[in-house]
């Protein structure tokens, strides 16, 4: 089940959620899986079968025109909102004709698709890829530990829940190319907003004396030496230069040719894809010390966390010091499509057993260890 908002295809690289479904139903078919997607017109995805569950003048009445190299956020979030109460009857109505005993149910929307899982009691409901808040299902997959966490603390949930899982976030290797001859400049890619930090970036790159590359949406305006974001954000400096949004493949050249990308996000980042995607192409990063962060950079290793500034500029002057290809074997390793597809078919079997003993069931064949990937 896809976002109201999007299409499925490449072009809405920029929506994370999105990429989630467009990556892992080729992966999950390629393990046997059956899998069958609903969504709006334009579809890219190689599934069992595709159906339109709204077009795009249901988009254009619920969410008006709208360009989505300026602005994919365009959606809101409340459960009774227009655009979640039709695609979910819609939905419904669509999985009723079609819905088999133990199929699953993969929502990406949290509470906005809850309606959905309450249409069938008797099927099991995933949340598969959870950097959110609002959350439902007994059946639940994070991003990271540290998102977990944070959501339970939310919730004021003090115990574990056996049947959560955290599988992180996947990227296509063949998206990106390992540079091991780069540039000196440095690269932040993401919304212009106070919560990503991009100031910080902005100074740490100044006082480094490198250059900084910014791409991503939520400019208001701009002038030389100052632009000036969506949110009131101020970014500073003539070392500056702000390209807008970019598509996968501008992506890909811009993380590939950076000497580093700076993800100084100042709240609990969930994952931060980003950075993984620089890693994917050898490209050490510069992040806050909090957060998915400490799971998935390791520090010395594939970059450098810092706590102050000061440390942020002693990360950007020591950078080349790290080995790009050992950065590149890393990220690939832990978070290929490849990879990680696996990760899901273990829980996906996990599920199944409630069918069974559940709980008391013995795994067969794989033992704990080999089921979880060793973190660095």
Same mark, same amino acid.
């Given at each position: 089940?896809?976002?109201?908002?999007?299409?499925?295809?490449?072009?809405y690289?920029?929506?994370?959620?999105?990429q989630?479904?467009?990556?892992?139903?080729?992966?999950l078919?390629?393990?046997?899986?059956?899998?069958?997607?609903?969504?709006?017109? $334009?579809?890219?995805?190689?599934?069992?079968?595709?159906?339109? /569950?709204?077009?795009? $003048?249901?988009?254009?009445?619920?969410?008006?025109? @709208?360009?989505?190299?300026?602005?994919?956020? @365009?959606?809101?979030?409340?459960?009774?909102?227009?655009?979640?109460? $039709?695609?979910?009857?819609?939905?419904?109505?669509?999985?009723?004709a079609?819905?088999?005993?133990?199929?699953?149910?993969m929502?990406?929307?949290g509470?906005?698709q809850?309606? =959905?899982?309450?249409?069938?009691?008797?099927?099991?409901?995933?949340?598969?890829?959870?950097?959110?808040?609002?959350?439902?299902?007994?059946?639940?997959?994070?991003?990271?530990?540290?998102w977990?966490?944070?959501?339970?603390?939310t919730m004021?949930?003090e115990?574990?829940i056996?049947?959560?899982?955290?599988?992180? @976030?996947?990227?296509?290797?063949?998206?990106f190319?390992?540079?091991n001859?780069?540039?000196?400049?440095f690269?932040?890619?993401?919304?212009? =907003?106070?919560?990503?930090?991009p100031?910080?970036?902005?100074?740490?790159?100044k006082?480094?004396g490198?250059?900084?590359?910014?791409?991503?949406?939520?400019?208001?305006h701009?002038?030389?030496?100052? =632009?000036?974001?969506?949110?009131?954000?101020?970014?500073?400096?003539?070392?500056?230069?702000?390209?807008?949004?970019?598509?996968?493949?501008?992506?890909?050249?811009?993380?590939? @040719?950076?000497?580093a990308?700076? +993800?100084?996000?100042?709240? =609990? $980042?969930?994952?931060?894809?980003?950075?993984?995607?620089?890693?994917?192409?050898g490209?050490?990063?510069?992040?806050s010390?909090?957060g998915?962060?400490?799971?998935?950079?390791?520090? /010395?290793?594939? /970059?450098?966390?810092?706590?102050?500034?000061?440390?942020?500029?002693?990360?950007?002057?020591n950078?080349?010091?790290?080995?790009?290809?050992d950065?590149? +074997?890393?990220?690939?390793?832990?978070?290929?499509?490849?990879?990680?597809?696996?990760?899901?078919?273990?829980?996906?079997?996990?599920?199944?057993?409630?069918?069974d003993?559940?709980f008391?069931?013995?795994?067969?064949?794989?033992?704990?260890?080999?089921?979880?990937?060793?973190?660095?």
């Open positions: 089940m896809n976002l109201p908002h999007t299409q499925t295809t490449s072009e690289v920029a929506c994370a959620y999105t989630k479904l467009v990556k892992i139903v080729p992966a078919r390629s393990l046997g899986h059956r899998v069958v997607v609903i969504g709006s017109e $334009e579809n890219e995805i190689e599934c069992d079968e595709y159906i339109i /569950g709204w077009t795009k $003048e249901d988009q254009r009445r619920w969410f008006g025109v @709208n360009d989505h190299y300026t602005n994919f956020f @365009n959606i809101t979030w409340g459960v009774d909102d227009i655009h979640w109460v $039709e695609s979910n009857r819609r939905a419904i109505e669509l999985i009723q079609r819905i088999t005993p133990r199929d699953k149910l929502l990406i929307a509470c906005c809850k309606a =959905i899982a309450t249409a069938f009691p008797n099927h099991i409901s995933v949340e598969y890829g959870i950097g959110y808040k609002g959350v439902f299902s007994d059946y639940k997959v994070f991003e990271s530990y540290a977990m966490h944070y959501v339970y603390g004021q949930q115990t574990g056996y049947y959560d899982a955290v599988i992180p @976030n996947y990227f296509d290797e063949q998206d190319d390992f540079q001859q780069p540039d000196e400049y690269v932040f890619v993401g919304r212009l =907003i106070n919560w990503k930090g100031h910080i970036a902005a100074d740490i790159a006082r480094s490198r250059k900084l590359i910014m791409a991503g949406q939520g400019v208001q701009q002038e030389p030496g100052r =632009i000036v974001a969506t949110d009131g954000t101020v970014i500073e400096g003539n070392h500056v230069e702000h390209i807008g949004h970019v598509n996968a493949a501008q992506r890909n050249e811009l993380m590939r @040719n950076a000497a990308i700076i +993800t100084p996000t100042v709240y =609990i $980042e969930p994952f931060g894809g980003v950075s993984v995607e620089a890693m994917m192409c490209t050490p990063v510069i992040a010390d909090f998915v962060f400490t799971e998935t950079i390791p520090h /010395g290793f594939a /970059g450098y966390r810092f706590r102050t500034i000061g440390e942020g500029v002693w990360a950007a002057n950078i080349e010091s790290l080995s790009r290809k950065i590149h +074997t890393y990220a690939v390793e832990n978070f290929s499509t490849e990879a990680v597809k696996y990760k899901y078919d273990e829980y996906l079997a996990q599920l199944d057993t409630l069918w003993e559940g008391y069931t013995e795994w067969a064949g794989v033992s704990p260890v080999d089921r979880y990937t060793i973190w660095r």
